[in-house]
């Protein structure tokens, strides 16, 4: 997996190739808003399209003295498929402990930029190699400013059994 501090750019949507990942990113930017960023009370999962909440993903961003902490919410059924086990309620130690400190510095980035970033790399799940993977991450606020949820898409591409 690449450096997250090396991976984590701005959104340019000319870059992403998933219409899921823009899906979620207008989503984000039609949202309304009582300060800078959405609430995560607006995040209604009735508004995303069936092909799209499988891939879905919410992480809850606590601060302490700065620093923030995270706990997955909610993984989205195919990434969890992928991934070969349940992660929501755990954190990035718990669920990724190979290479959570990258995850989470990733994850600090989203929170602090407070606006949306996209990360494209590779990936093996179960030794499969994955051509590019592409994750959105979009920052919200319950106050309109402190991010306290993460909340995107996780898409990549599918090897056909063989």
Known sequence: MEKA???FV????STVDDRRILWILDY?????RQGSLPSPKQIDPLDIPPDVLPFIFKISVQWQDDEP????RLSGTQLTKEYGREITGKTPRLAFPTYYRDLEAGY???ATRKHPIVHQYHLPIFNREHKKV???MCPFASDGETVDMLFGCLT??????G
């Open 5 to 7: 501090d090396n991976a």
């Open 10 to 13: 701005d959104v340019d949507t």
């Open 28 to 32: 984000w930017e039609q949202l309304p």
């Open 69 to 72: 902490s995270f706990v997955y």
């Open 108 to 110: 600090k980035i989203a």
């Open 134 to 136: 592409e994750r959105l």
């Open 156 to 161: 990549f591409p599918f090897r056909q059994p």
